[in-house]
C-alpha cells in the first residue's frame, strides 16, 4: 500500500501564505496524478489543483494565481504553495495520489489530512 504523509498546515492571517507538503511511501511503480483537496465544515470534498506526471497542472478558479502545484517525481513529493490566503480557504486540506503499484494493480491513496485556517 501507499502511505502519504502531509505537512505544513495552520494557522495564517489574511493574505498571508503556507506550503502543504506531502509525501509517498511504499512500494510504488509509478505515480500518475497528484492533487490537493480540501474539506471545508459541513461542505464536500472538492478538489483544489491537480498535476499530472508530465508536469502539466490543473486549478480550480477560485485559487488560481494565488496556489501553485509542483512535484517532485524522485522523491515522490507533491507541494502546494498557497498565496493571497483568505478566510474562504479554510478547510482541512488532503493530498491524494493516483498511480500503479505494478503492471496491473492500481492505487488511489489520500493523505490523514492538515488543518489550514485563515483568520485574523
Known amino acids: 500500500q501507499v502511505q502519504l504523509v502531509e505537512s505544513g498546515g495552520g494557522l495564517v492571517q489574511p493574505g498571508g501564505s503556507l506550503r502543504l507538503s506531502c509525501a509517498a511511501s511504499g512500494s510504488i511503480f509509478r505515480i500518475d496524478t497528484m492533487g490537493w483537496y480540501r474539506q471545508a465544515p459541513q461542505n464536500q470534498r472538492e478538489l483544489v489543483a491537480i498535476?499530472?506526471?508530465?508536469?502539466?497542472?490543473n486549478y480550480v478558479d477560485f485559487v488560481k494565481g494565488r496556489f501553485i502545484i509542483s512535484r517532485d517525481n524522485a522523491k515522490d513529493t507533491v507541494d502546494l504553495q498557497m498565496n493571497s490566503l483568505q478566510p474562504e480557504d479554510t478547510a482541512v486540506y488532503y493530498c491524494?495520489?493516483?498511480?500503479?503499484?505494478?503492471?496491473?494493480?492500481?492505487?488511489?491513496?489520500w493523505g490523514q489530512g492538515t488543518q489550514v485556517t485563515v483568520s485574523s
Open positions: 491524494n495520489l493516483r498511480g500503479k503499484l505494478s503492471l496491473l494493480k492500481t492505487f488511489n491513496s
Open positions: 498535476i499530472n506526471s508530465d508536469g502539466s497542472s
